[in-house]
């Protein structure tokens, strides 16, 4: 009863699975559009970003405007890990401007 159950089940959901896979559109306009916003949106997330990250490094500069000269080595850490964040910054800010003049040019 079970094995006859379980065949009429897998019978009547192969033609539905195969039915679902057919009807996608395969408009290649449509993807493209799709493709067009999805990195539209990828530039807005990530000017967010560094937006978070210009924040971010601030808060480091202010921090360590409060660490003495006595803790030298600690005090040259932040100052690398600073100029590492605004050279990041700085490559995807370059970055943008790229992805941003070839969406003028298409």
Partial sequence: MRLCAA???LCLASPLVYSQQASKPHDSATQKQT??????????QTRQDLQRMKALVQQMQTNLAF???????????????????QLEIARLERRLGQSGQDGTRK
């Fill in 7 to 9: 065949l009429a089940l």
């Fill in 67 to 85: 660490v003495t000269s006595t803790q030298g080595p600690l005090k040259h850490q932040f100052e690398l890990e600073i100029e590492m964040w």
């Fill in 35 to 44: 493709e067009h916003s999805g990195v539209s949106s990828e530039d807005a």
